[in-house]
């Protein structure tokens, strides 16, 4: 009985020492970073409407940028910093992973496709939209699908997914285009508008959102075709479990309330700043089924 007694007192002093260290574990990576520095730095894109991009007075606002805030105030309550700053950092596409890696934002607030490459090296949160990579084309033009391109001008944006998904459509069909790139989606848009492109490739929330804010939106329309169908997910350093934890657990939360749901209607089905354009974008049902079974899944 005595050894009985004994071995359960022994078993659940275990048990309490290695509950100890999950409770009170130390902090690393980026949370520690955080609460050293006292500050959170999230990269913001300026023309990623309606994820990230500048209103007129100029601030940073879109629907990245509304979720990236509540980390952050998930970061301060966590961390117990009353007076948590946030630090906010112009990216481009083309060196948002640099940045990220180099510790000089600790999470990219905007449109980033989670692929399977990109993995190797940095982490996603769990998807916060999902997108069909399409082409915009003159309306009265000839292009109808991704087939009419051959020989064509069509505009990419450096460092986009879009660029190796065409190039292996190509391979397919057994034809070429002439590259236009640039290196933000405003550039890419703008060498469609003044004919120098014949076609902008990209994500199709961000080809309506350019469509929506051009001057004569009634010009252009989207090809119905698609290269592939892609998920979001805020960028994050890669092998920081504490970090993409907390990031995943805000965001979960926010789906479980519905509060995804009303930031997603704020964003996307309803007039937004600077000039009140409203993208009418429902949910979709690829977005839907992230929503009911969260995942950081890439392509």
Same mark, same amino acid.
């Given at each position: 009985m005595k050894r =009985?007694?004994?071995?359960?007192?022994? %078993?659940?002093?275990?048990?309490?020492? &290695?509950?100890?260290?999950?409770?009170? +574990? /130390?902090?690393?990576?980026?949370?520690? $970073?955080? $609460?050293?520095?006292?500050?959170?730095?999230?990269? !913001?894109?300026? *023309? %990623? *409407?309606?994820?990230? !991009?500048?209103?007129?007075?100029p601030k940073p606002v879109g629907f990245a940028m509304d979720l990236c805030k509540k980390v952050a105030d998930a970061a301060q309550a966590k961390l117990k910093l009353p007076d948590l700053r946030i630090? @906010?950092? #112009?990216?481009?596409?083309?060196? +948002?992973?640099?940045?990220? +890696?180099?510790?000089?934002?600790? =999470? *990219?607030?905007?449109?980033?496709?989670?692929?399977?490459?990109?993995? $190797?090296?940095?982490?996603?949160?769990?998807?916060?939209?999902?997108? &069909?990579?399409?082409?915009?084309?003159?309306?009265?033009?000839?292009?109808? &699908?991704?087939?009419? =391109?051959?020989?064509?001008?069509?505009? =990419?944006? /450096?460092? %986009?997914? &879009?660029?190796?998904?065409?190039?292996?459509y190509e391979q397919k069909h057994d034809f070429k285009t002439v590259r236009v790139l640039s290196s933000d989606h405003a550039g890419s848009f703008l060498a469609l508008t003044t004919g120098r492109a014949d076609a902008f490739v990209m994500d199709d929330i961000l080809l309506a959102s350019m469509v929506a804010n051009s001057q004569d939106p009634g010009k252009w329309r989207l090809l119905?075709?698609?290269?592939? *169908?892609? #998920? !979001?997910?805020?960028?994050?350093?890669?092998?920081?479990?504490?970090?993409?934890? @907390?990031?995943d657990k805000t965001l979960v939360g926010l789906m479980r309330s519905g509060e995804f749901q009303s930031l997603y209607d704020k964003w996307f089905t309803q007039p937004i700043p600077p000039k009140g354009l409203n993208l009418n974008f429902p949910m979709t049902q690829p977005l839907k089924d992230a929503i009911a079974h969260p995942n950081d899944k890439g392509v």
């Open positions: =009985l007694f004994a071995a359960l007192l022994a %078993s659940g002093a275990a048990l309490t020492f &290695s509950a100890v260290p999950a409770q009170g +574990q /130390a902090l690393d990576g980026t949370l520690a $970073k955080i $609460k050293q520095s006292g500050e959170i730095s999230l990269g !913001y894109r300026d *023309v %990623s *409407v309606p994820f990230s !991009y500048l209103d007129d007075r630090k @906010l950092v #112009p990216i481009q596409l083309s060196n +948002q992973i640099p940045l990220i +890696q180099n510790g000089t934002i600790d =999470l *990219v607030c905007g449109p980033a496709t989670n692929t399977l490459e990109r993995q $190797k090296v940095v982490a996603f949160s769990d998807t916060i939209f999902v997108s &069909s990579i399409r082409a915009v084309v003159r309306k009265d033009g000839p292009i109808k &699908s991704f087939k009419d =391109l051959a020989g064509k001008n069509v505009a =990419l944006t /450096a460092a %986009s997914t &879009s660029i190796a998904l065409l190039n292996a119905d075709d698609a290269l592939r *169908v892609e #998920p !979001y997910g805020l960028i994050l350093r890669k092998d920081d479990p504490q970090f993409k934890t @907390l990031v």
